[in-house]
């Protein structure tokens, strides 16, 4: 089975820049987050889906950071528009339904701001 | 509400030695507790997990973890390092679901030749 897909792995932009962050959850899975990590802040969590509904959106930095989830299997995070402390990692991650508290994660997205 | 600490974020050990990576957790209620692994470049990856059955937990790899709720510890250990074990572990505890995962701040493990 194929693993938590993200896309791109690496994004080189520009302050001011719109970047967009998409993510395809293992097939089944009914949960889906987006977490970011530095070196600053380790692994935070930005927002979570249940079913594609946004449950928990409070780890959100703040208005320039914005997720969707129009299918099962696929998500996106945005960021409009990017500053240089946005640079960091984001994972985006699946549960199973059973909901045990397992993640599977995809290999990351390393975002960088100039 | 729950929380975790990993003691030293660094930890060096030499290659056939033990690993012992510790994780104290803070829950009100019956913790499921994990351990994650992250290889360079490359997401998290769950290496065991403690769900209120066996208190000894045999993870991938070689590692296991024994949940000892009279100390709130979960430490992981591996009786010989390989250098193929030189990556972060993160400790995480949970009351109940994967949107209610707190992580630890991680160990960075290097394993000297």
């Known amino acids: 089975d194929a693993g938590v897909i993200q896309s791109p792995r690496h994004e080189v932009t520009e302050m001011g820049q719109e970047v967009t962050l998409r993510c395809k959850p293992i097939?089944?899975?009914?949960?889906l987050f987006w977490y970011r990590q530095t070196m600053m802040r380790g692994l935070e969590l930005l927002i979570y889906f249940n079913n594609n509904v946004p449950i928990d959106d409070s780890g959100m930095p703040e208005d320039r950071f914005s997720a969707k989830m129009p299918n099962a299997s696929f998500s996106t995070l945005k960021i409009q528009p990017s500053e240089p402390r946005d640079s960091a990692v984001y994972f985006c991650?699946?549960?199973?339904?059973?909901?045990?508290?397992?993640?599977?994660f995809g290999e990351g997205s390393r975002l960088t701001v100039l | 509400a729950q929380s975790v600490t990993q003691l030293g974020s660094h930890v060096s050990v030499s290659e056939g030695a033990l690993v012992l990576l510790r994780c104290n957790y803070s829950s009100s209620v019956p913790p499921y507790l994990f351990w994650y692994v992250q290889y360079p470049n490359q997401g998290l990856q769950l290496l065991l997990k403690?769900?209120?059955?066996?208190?000894l937990v045999k993870g991938i790899n070689g590692f296991e973890a024994e949940f000892k709720k009279s100390e709130t510890s979960f430490h992981l250990t591996k009786p010989s390092a390989h250098m193929s074990d030189a990556a972060e572990y993160f400790c995480?505890?949970?009351?109940?679901?994967?949107?209610?995962?707190?992580f630890g701040t991680g160990t960075r493990l290097t394993v000297i030749p």
């Open positions: 403690y769900t209120s059955a066996a208190t």
């Open positions: 995480a505890v949970s009351e109940g679901g994967a949107n209610n995962l707190f």
């Open positions: 097939s089944g899975h009914n949960s």
């Open positions: 991650a699946s549960s199973l339904p059973q909901d045990t508290g397992e993640l599977f």
